[in-house]
C-alpha cells in the first residue's frame, strides 16, 4: 500500500489467528482495528445467521475478550495503536473494559459518543484495568458485564 502512495496503513484484525500474532501483524503497518463481529463469530463459532446462536456473538464473552486482549497486548508490543470498529465501541460499560485491555480508540454510532464519553471521564485507567481483569475473569458474557457494573462508578450505572 506505501508503495501506492498511501502515507498511513492498517490493518482489520477479525479472526482470532491474527489477534494472537498481532505483534507480527502489526509489526508490518501502522496501526490495526479490531472487527469485534466478526471476531465474536470466528473466536466462538457461531454464525451470525444462526438466531440461536446470538448470545455466543456477545463481545462481552470471556473469551472474546481474551483474544482482544492478546490482539492488544501484540498491539503493545509492536508499538502500534490498536482501535474498536463495531458496535462494541457504543457500549458504555464495555469501552471501560476495552480500555482497560489497551484500546485506544473506539468507532460509534453518534448518538453513543455521548455517554461513552462520560463513561471514560468517571473512570481512571486503572479502575478500566480492574474492569477488564474482572470481565475477564468471569464465566459467562451476563456475569462479565455484571462483574463490570459492579466496579462502575454509580452515576453512569444510573443512565444505563
Known amino acids: 500500500m506505501r508503495e501506492n502512495g498511501l502515507p498511513s496503513v492498517g490493518v482489520m484484525i477479525e479472526v482470532p489467528g491474527a489477534a494472537l500474532l498481532a505483534s507480527h501483524v502489526l509489526a508490518e503497518v501502522d496501526f490495526g482495528s479490531l472487527g469485534t463481529n466478526d471476531l465474536a463469530q470466528y473466536t466462538m463459532a457461531a454464525d451470525r445467521m444462526e438466531g440461536e446462536l446470538s448470545d455466543l456473538l456477545d463481545p462481552w464473552q470471556p473469551a472474546v475478550l481474551k483474544v482482544i486482549g492478546h490482539a492488544c497486548d501484540g498491539a503493545r508490543v509492536a508499538g502500534k495503536p490498536i482501535g474498536v470498529c463495531g458496535e462494541a465501541g457504543g457500549d458504555?460499560?464495555?469501552?471501560?473494559?476495552?480500555?482497560?485491555?489497551?484500546?485506544?480508540?473506539?468507532?460509534m454510532a453518534p448518538s453513543k459518543v455521548s455517554i461513552v464519553r462520560l463513561a471514560l471521564s468517571l473512570h481512571d485507567l486503572a479502575t478500566c484495568h480492574g474492569m477488564a481483569t474482572a470481565a475477564l475473569d468471569a464465566?459467562?458474557?451476563?456475569?462479565?458485564?455484571?462483574a463490570v457494573v459492579a466496579l462502575a462508578h454509580d452515576d453512569l450505572v444510573a443512565l444505563l
Not at 464465566?139 to 455484571?146: I, K, M, V
Open 92 to 107: 458504555p460499560l464495555l469501552a471501560l473494559v476495552l480500555a482497560g485491555l489497551g484500546v485506544g480508540s473506539l468507532s
Open 139 to 146: 464465566r459467562t458474557a451476563t456475569d462479565a458485564r455484571e
